[in-house]
């Protein structure tokens, strides 16, 4: 009877640690099947004078490769059913993507000077936007599209050179995106 009641608690919690590694097993598989099917809303800035409003979402590809997506909408409009879906880009004002996760962390829009929207990510402007010319002055939807092609395929470059991918992405996002924005704005 002893060793019953022993086997008994010994098996309790064995089984509830066994359920719970499943659900958040499940949850993890939910939650990356989720961010890859739609995307996820950070940020929303109103313009009610011009009756429109800037939607920043990002959505996930695979395990670390993000997209970030503004829409200009009108001020009481939602986003349709299409433009929440993971990796749509119509009816998108632009759009912008990081292969193997440079400079993903605090993505954001803001205003300058009344007239210039930016996206910034990673502590660098990537996208400007003209509000009274209503155009896209800068953007490129993927850094590292750009490097692979510009400098990968050059018979210069030398993987494990010392010259790392993430180097020239950096530089060239610097020297291309955020310097030119800020000469715009200033």
């Known amino acids: 009877m002893k060793i019953k009641n022993i086997v008994k ?40 004078e011009k009756g429109i409003k800037f939607v920043l979402l990002k959505d996930l590809s695979g395990f670390d490769d993000v997209t970030w997506y503004v829409y200009k909408i009108g001020i009481d409009a939602s986003l349709t059913d299409v433009q929440k879906k993971a990796g749509e880009t119509s009816d998108v004002l632009f759009y912008n993507y990081s292969e193997a996760g440079e400079h993903c962390e605090n993505p954001y829009i803001r205003f300058v000077k009344g007239k210039y929207l930016i996206f910034s990510r990673g502590n660098l402007d990537y996208s400007l936007y003209d509000l009274s010319q209503d155009k896209v002055l800068v953007n490129e939807y993927s850094v590292w599209g750009v490097i692979a092609k510009k400098y990968m395929s050059s018979p210069d470059y030398k993987e494990g050179s010392g010259y790392e991918d993430n180097q020239l992405m950096n530089e060239w996002a610097f020297e291309n995106l955020h310097k030119k924005i800020n000469a715009y704005i200033k």
Request: aromatic letters at 22%; glycine letters at 8%.
């Open 9 to 48: 608690w010994l098996f309790l919690p064995f089984l509830g640690a066994m359920v719970l590694v499943f659900l958040l097993a499940g949850f993890g598989i939910f939650s990356i099947w989720y961010d890859n099917t739609y995307k996820t809303e950070i940020q929303t800035i109103k313009l009610p």
